[in-house]
């Protein structure tokens, strides 16, 4: 998903990323304040900076994949603004 492509988008209350997108672009999803839930693939490599941050009622997201899987994800430190507490992987859930 490109840089800043759904940034500030006030409808958007559900993500599923295909297994096609490897990537979450600087501000994707940025002030989605109306986003609710997501389903990231397993397939996913990068998150940039501020992907998720201003999300303000998204507070889980769902991975497809294994908790290794999701450790292996390069994600900036600033990925999300503490909203997302955790994360629901297919073997367990990380706390954030």
Same mark, same amino acid.
């Given at each position: 998903?490109? $840089?800043?492509? /759904?940034? &500030?988008?006030?409808?958007? #209350? =559900?993500?599923?990323? *295909?297994? #096609?997108?490897?990537?979450?672009?600087?501000? +994707? /999803?940025?002030?989605? %304040?109306?986003?609710?839930?997501? &389903?990231?693939? =397993?397939?996913?490599?990068?998150?940039?900076?501020? +992907?998720? +941050?201003?999300? *303000?009622?998204? #507070?889980?997201?769902?991975?497809?994949?294994?908790?290794?899987?999701?450790?292996?994800?390069?994600? +900036? %430190? $600033?990925?999300?603004?503490?909203?997302?507490?955790?994360?629901?992987? &297919? $073997?367990?859930?990380? #706390?954030?």
């Amino acid at each position: 998903v490109r $840089d800043t492509a /759904f940034r &500030y988008n006030k409808t958007i #209350t =559900k993500v599923i990323l *295909p297994d #096609t997108v490897h990537a979450l672009g600087y501000a +994707a /999803f940025e002030g989605c %304040s109306s986003l609710r839930l997501v &389903y990231l693939n =397993k397939g996913l490599k990068t998150i940039s900076s501020k +992907a998720f +941050a201003n999300c *303000p009622e998204l #507070t889980m997201v769902k991975f497809r994949g294994t908790m290794e899987e999701w450790n292996a994800v390069s994600k +900036a %430190s $600033d990925w999300h603004s503490g909203n997302i507490v955790k994360i629901i992987c &297919y $073997d367990g859930t990380i #706390t954030l």
